[in-house]
Structure formats: C-alpha cells, structure tokens
C-alpha cells in the first residue's frame, strides 16, 4: 500500500542500535530476542551498533549498512529487525540498499499483538494501533503514477496517490475508531455497574512475561491462557478473587508493559489500561528471576505515569521465588511467591484482604422485616457473608466489618453486633 518493499522472511538478523545518550545492555538484547521469537521469527545473527548520532539516510551509517550486505549475502538473511525507530525514508533507503525487508522495534510489537488478539475488541485497538503507525509511514512510493487526471468537466489535474491513500487510511481509521467506541461503551458500562455495587477491584500490572496471568490464575482459581511468551495475555480479564472471608473482590489481568511501549499501542489500548486506572489496589508483579529488576521498575512506573496511574496504591509481588530462593533474603519486607506452587499465595489473599477491607470480624445480627433500609445498606456496604430468611419476614445475617463500620453501624442505626 504505502510502496513496493522486499517481502518479508523469517531468517532474521537482530540490531540493537543505541546512541551516546543510552547504552546498550545485555538486557536490551535479551528482551529484544525475546520480542522476535514470541514473533515467530528465526533469527540467526544478533549485533549490536553505537553510534554518536543517527545518520541522516540510513540511521546506522554507510559503513554498518556495508557489513549488513555482506551478512545477508553470506547467511542468506531476508529480515533486518532494528531496535530502534526509523523515519519512513530511513527506512525505505535501508530497504533499498540491503534487498530485503526491514522491521522496526515498533512493528515487531504490532505483529506480535497482532498474533495475540483474541477478543473483538483486542483485534480492533491492535488494528487502530497499526493503522495508527501506517499513517506516519506513508511516503510516495509510486514511478508510474504520479497523478490521477481529472475526468470530463473535471478542471486540472487529478489528487495525487498519496492523498488518495492518506484519505482511505484516514477513512479507515475512522471506521475503526467508531467500532472500538461502541465495544468501550460496552465495557464502561460494565465498570459503572461494579461501582454501583461497590465492588473493589485489584489489578494485575508488570512487565511483560512477569508470570501475571498465571498468578491470576491461581489466585482467582481461573484458566485464563498463560505461556512463557512475551504478552501472551492482551485482553483484559475480570474473575473474582477467592479468599477466606468470602467477601466480593475483583481481579484484574491486564496487559504486560514494556521499556519504550509504542505510543500507537498505549493510545489503541487506553480503554483496556483504564481498567488499570480504575482500580482501587494495584499488584505489581516481578519476575523473582529477572537480573535488572531496578530497568523493570522504571519501565513498569513509566507506563504507569503515561496512563494516568502512578498514584494508586500498589503492593509489590516477586513471583517466581521458586527458581530464586534467595530472593526471600534480598527483599524481606515485600511478598514473595510461586504462582506455580503456591508458596506464600495465602499471605498474599490476606494482604489484598486487609488493604481493600482492612481487618474484619465476623458479626451476627438480626434485622425486622420494616427494617429494608438497614438491609440495602448492608449490601451496598458489601460486608453481607449470610442471610438466612425467616418465615415471619426477619432475617438473620452473618457480616464481615472492620472495627470502624461495626461502631458506625451500633452508633448511627442502633443496630446490634454479635461477635
């Protein structure tokens, strides 16, 4: 659509590229092999370049681009991924001179969440994302037709190809945007009624692979998909979190983060990630096993601070304690677990409990059968574990209060507690 490129392949050649102001690190490299096999993609070479500035034409320079020709020519290369952005002219004279297709770090994600979308609505915003990019890529890429000529009683000459392109994206942008606004009416809708209903929610949030929907999983006793690949889970899932107290909370997986996440994507997906925003707890969860959890934090709160969330309480969760015991040792005061084996899930259940609820009790009492008000109260409170409905219209409840509700009920209502 935009012009004639190379076709794609699958034998890869990786690029990390980096500039004076950042620095290559073995992380970057690991993640970015990370992206290309969740990709499905082979990849063959992996390098890394420095550079002082990028070039004005090609990004990496005559000389790399010398030494790339010659890889692709003795290891029969046919994709060229880049972790890093490219202008649309950067790109094309990459094209151009290497004879095969090359890929940005962008659109390597876009691919991936392309592959990953189940939901109609996970398909629509990774379809706005990558129409999204499209529409900065487009360059004029067409020899043999430069204008389309007016017709009869058309003065002048024709739109030129790329403004009837830029107009058919835009129209189906357009035609995205309307779909995906009418899936998110649906899903406001949805959280408007939990906030009727009081209901408090956690949300799941972390980098990508952190083990999140499988500690979903495990504490919702869901089966939600969960695979050791980057992003595995897109669309976001709602379950009722099981606890001991048997009061009504939501669990929230949503999607993984990641350093430098496209801008096209944190746009597309703002109404998945207002899910995060809405939340009344966040649990950020770490890989226990990840060497630079400080770079993962910064991202993980990057994003957080993008989407409008950086404010909301969080607990923090090592997962994963079962492949790094020693990370017990390392971080004392924070929750250490194994979605896989259950260590320590229990503790975490409490945690959420009391942050949510803060310590509870367990109460009796009995209302009258004029005694309605009292009653919607109760269950607008959400502290209703049993009602039991007597023949003579009374009933008799078995609530969970905190010590602050219990006196507000006895003082305000006069209504008699049991312990």
């Known amino acids: 659509m935009f012009f004639d490129?190379?076709?794609?392949?699958?034998?890869?050649?990786?690029?990390?590229?980096?500039?004076?102001?950042?620095?290559?690190?073995?992380?970057?490299?690991?993640?970015?092999?990370?992206l290309a096999d969740s990709a499905g993609l082979h990849?063959?070479?992996?390098?890394?370049?420095?550079?002082?500035?990028?070039?004005?034409?090609?990004?990496?320079?005559?000389?790399?681009?010398?030494?790339?020709?010659e890889a692709i020519r003795l290891e029969k290369l046919d994709l060229l991924?880049?972790?890093?952005?490219?202008?649309?002219?950067?790109?094309?004279?990459?094209?151009?001179e290497l004879k095969i297709r090359v890929m940005t770090r962008t659109e390597l994600i876009?691919?991936?969440?392309?592959?990953?979308a189940q939901t109609h609505e996970g398909k629509l915003q990774v379809e706005l994302a990558m129409l999204s990019h499209a529409q900065s890529r487009l360059v004029r890429?067409?020899?043999?037709?430069?204008?389309?000529?007016?017709?009869?009683?058309?003065?002048?000459?024709?739109?030129?190809?790329?403004?009837?392109?830029?107009?058919?994206?835009q129209k189906r942008v357009q035609v995205t945007q309307t779909r995906l606004k009418k899936v998110q009416q649906q899903r406001n809708r949805q959280r408007q009624q939990r906030t009727r209903n009081r209901v408090p929610?956690?949300?799941?949030?972390?980098?990508?692979?952190?083990?999140?929907s499988t500690l979903f999983n495990t504490l919702t006793r869901a089966d939600v998909y969960a695979d050791d690949r980057l992003f595995a889970t897109l669309d976001p899932t709602v379950r009722r979190l099981e606890n001991s107290a048997e009061l009504e909370i939501l669990l929230?997986?949503?999607?993984?983060?990641?350093?430098?996440?496209?801008?096209?994507?944190?746009?597309?997906?703002?109404?998945?990630?207002?899910?995060?925003?809405?939340?009344?707890?966040?649990?950020?969860?770490?890989?226990?096993?990840?060497?630079?959890l400080d770079e993962i934090c910064r991202a993980v709160n990057t994003t957080l601070e993008q989407i409008g969330a950086a404010a909301l309480p969080i607990i923090t969760v090592f997962n994963k304690i079962d492949l790094a015991p020693d990370i017990t040792l390392r971080r004392a005061d924070a929750n250490?677990?194994?979605?896989?084996?259950?260590?320590?899930?229990?503790?975490?259940?409490?945690?959420?409990?009391?942050?949510?609820?803060?310590?509870?009790?367990?109460?009796?009492?009995?209302?009258?059968?004029?005694?309605?008000?009292?009653?919607?109260?109760?269950?607008?409170?959400?502290?209703?574990?049993?009602?039991?409905?007597?023949?003579?219209?009374?009933?008799?409840?078995?609530?969970?209060l905190k010590a602050e509700q219990a006196n507000h009920l006895m003082e305000t209502y006069k209504l008699r507690l049991h312990g």
Not at 43 to 69: N, W, Y
Not at 150 to 159: A, D, N, S, W, Y
């Open 5 to 34: 490129r190379p076709s794609k392949g699958e034998r890869t050649i990786l690029l990390s590229v980096r500039f004076d102001t950042l620095s290559a690190t073995d992380h970057d490299l690991i993640e970015f092999s990370h």
């Open 43 to 69: 990849v063959i070479k992996t390098q890394s370049v420095r550079r002082k500035a990028p070039h004005s034409a090609t990004c990496i320079g005559p000389g790399k681009v010398l030494e790339l020709q």
């Open 81 to 96: 991924v880049l972790d890093h952005e490219l202008s649309a002219s950067q790109q094309r004279k990459l094209e151009h």
């Open 110 to 116: 876009l691919h991936v969440f392309e592959d990953r």
């Open 141 to 169: 890429g067409w020899t043999h037709l430069d204008r389309q000529r007016g017709g009869i009683g058309l003065r002048g000459v024709g739109e030129t190809q790329i403004s009837l392109d830029k107009r058919m994206l």
């Open 201 to 212: 929610t956690a949300a799941l949030v972390g980098y990508t692979n952190a083990g999140k």
């Open 252 to 292: 929230v997986d949503t999607v993984g983060f990641i350093r430098d996440l496209p801008l096209e994507l944190v746009a597309a997906f703002r109404s998945t990630l207002e899910e995060v925003t809405r939340a009344d707890l966040l649990l950020h969860v770490l890989d226990a096993t990840e060497p630079k």
């Open 336 to 400: 250490c677990v194994s979605a896989r084996n259950g260590t320590g899930i229990e503790e975490l259940r409490e945690q959420i409990l009391n942050r949510l609820y803060g310590l509870h009790h367990r109460y009796r009492t009995e209302l009258k059968p004029n005694d309605g008000k009292i009653r919607s109260l109760l269950y607008d409170m959400h502290v209703v574990e049993h009602e039991e409905i007597r023949g003579d219209g009374s009933s008799r409840f078995t609530l969970n």
